[in-house]
């Protein structure tokens, strides 16, 4: 049985402060945080639910998943109560329902996902319990998972350090006229020959493309003095990278030079403000005022985000986010312009916040200077 990953002992003191009876998890971050096992069939068989129900003041949750399903929960999950439904014969809200009675919380307070369960399976649960008051608990799971554990970490800068190491074996091999799918295929190879366990976005693009933010790669070729521009991820055990570079294609222009400096110096003021006690509105306000102070367009929703089980996780580096900072939390810091279909640049990396400030973890690839190809 696996030993729990995630911050379960802040989401246990969370969920007592609460005036929750029980929360419910289903979407494919939080059931593996409550549960401790990851089920990648909660992303593309949206209607093969995975649940865990937690009552509070009981130290581990109940685990409802699809027969299908339950030998590798069994295998993996540290919870002992561990219940299946029969697809297509069996609903889940029905084992929801049943546990909620069992418990004695059928006619409590009930935290759900909101944001995550369809309008069919909510009804259905309403019917069946209909003496519940349930209400939104997503704030709850995001406050938690926001302060890391040591083994998330580890796994958070185990899976960028994989992603740097194939996004530069990728950019020292890229020649003229090398179309972008070709760059795409190596870079996926790459990804999974570094250890990671799969490839989950994949945009690498050259010159005027590079101007898109995500477009799959193209038949384009590579041409002398291009940039090639990247966003890539992939992930271990179920927690994801998120790495961006920039690179040029032989001799960079005056201007293309030009633009990267001022970029990374907007991007280092922005990391060095990544300390425990100032707010993520106050990195997104930096980078803002960098951008305005070098005479680069700046029209960006946010200028990061928190990295956990999801991609883009608490804290969000918007300019309405009022939250500090606290040690241990992870976030990947993101510079980057865009002209359409001329040109754009992209430099992302991963952030740790800690008591003696911002700890770099993307150091393999360094992004101080624009690698030349």
């Known amino acids: 049985m696996a030993t729990p990953i995630g911050n379960l002992a802040r989401f246990r003191t969370l969920l007592e402060a609460s005036d929750f009876d029980a929360v419910i998890a289903l979407s494919p971050e939080n059931f593996p945080f409550t549960a401790g096992c990851f089920l990648w069939s909660q992303k593309s068989i949206r209607d093969r639910l995975a649940l865990t129900v937690w009552v509070n003041g009981e130290a581990e949750p109940v685990v409802i998943v699809c027969q299908v399903e339950e030998p590798q929960v069994r295998a993996e999950s540290w919870a002992k109560d561990i219940r299946s439904y029969i697809e297509f014969h069996q609903s889940p809200m029905d084992l929801v329902a049943e546990v909620l009675a069992e418990k004695g919380v059928a006619e409590g307070k009930v935290g759900i996902e909101m944001k995550y369960i369809t309008a069919a399976y909510f009804g259905k649960l309403g019917d069946q319990v209909p003496t519940a008051h349930f209400s939104p608990c997503e704030d709850l799971f995001l406050n938690a998972r926001m302060i890391k554990t040591s083994a998330e970490i580890e796994l958070l800068a185990r899976a960028a350090r994989a992603t740097e190491k194939a996004l530069l074996a990728t950019y020292a091999t890229i020649e003229v006229g090398e179309t972008e799918k070709n760059m795409a295929n190596r870079l996926a190879a790459h990804m999974q020959q570094s250890g990671l366990d799969r490839v989950d976005f994949l945009f690498i693009n050259a010159g005027p493309n590079t101007g898109y933010a995500h477009q799959d790669p193209t038949g384009y070729q590579a041409r002398e003095g291009d940039l090639v ?68 367009p700046f029209s960006l929703p946010h200028a990061g985000h928190g990295i956990g089980l999801d991609l883009h996780e608490e804290p969000l580096l918007t300019s309405l986010n009022t939250a500090a900072f606290q040690p241990n939390v992870v976030i990947c810091i993101e510079t980057r312009v865009r002209w359409v279909q001329k040109e754009g640049y ?25 690698f030349v190809i």
Do not use: W
Request: with cysteine; glycine share 8%.
């Open 229 to 296: 521009k990247s966003d890539v991820g992939g992930s271990l055990h179920g927690y994801p990278s998120d790495v961006a570079r920039t690179a040029v294609i032989g001799r960079s222009s005056s201007e293309q030079r030009s633009i990267y400096d001022r970029l990374i110096e907007i991007h280092a003021e922005t990391i060095e403000m990544a300390r425990p006690g100032n707010r993520a509105c106050d990195l997104y306000t930096k980078a803002k005022e960098g951008y305005e102070k070098r005479d680069i």
């Open 346 to 370: 992209h430099i992302e990396d991963l952030i740790l916040i800690t008591e003696q400030g911002p700890k770099i973890l993307t150091s393999y690839f360094k992004s101080a200077e624009m």
